[in-house]
């Protein structure tokens, strides 16, 4: 499976605390390695985002969430966003909901 970083990721992460930012580096290593395994949901804290047709997961981490897209026919898995977990499912942030 690969994985592609949204540059929305990256402008998200520069907006957190600095501990925020480190613990983000370090889950985005987590779901870098997740893209070795056969299914999102072996890994820890990623789950499905229930309501949802297409295949959106969310990671948790502290007061955050990555929000991720897997595409199953390519493969790929997207890395959407990185927000505040009171942000997190807001109708801005949600892709499915545009």
Known sequence: MN???EKR???DTEKLPLYAQEAADEELER???AADFE??????D?????GT????????????RYLLYYDAE???LKILRLTH???????QNLPWRR
């Open 9 to 11: 990721v990256y402008k």
């Open 3 to 5: 994985y592609e970083v």
């Open 31 to 33: 779901i870098e390695k």
């Open 53 to 64: 047709e297409e295949p959106y997961y969310r990671l948790k981490f502290g007061k955050y």
């Open 85 to 91: 977990r009171k942000d997190s499912y807001k109708k």
């Open 74 to 76: 390519t493969e790929l």
């Open 46 to 50: 990623i789950r499905r985002i229930e």
């Open 39 to 44: 299914s999102l949901t072996r890994v820890s």
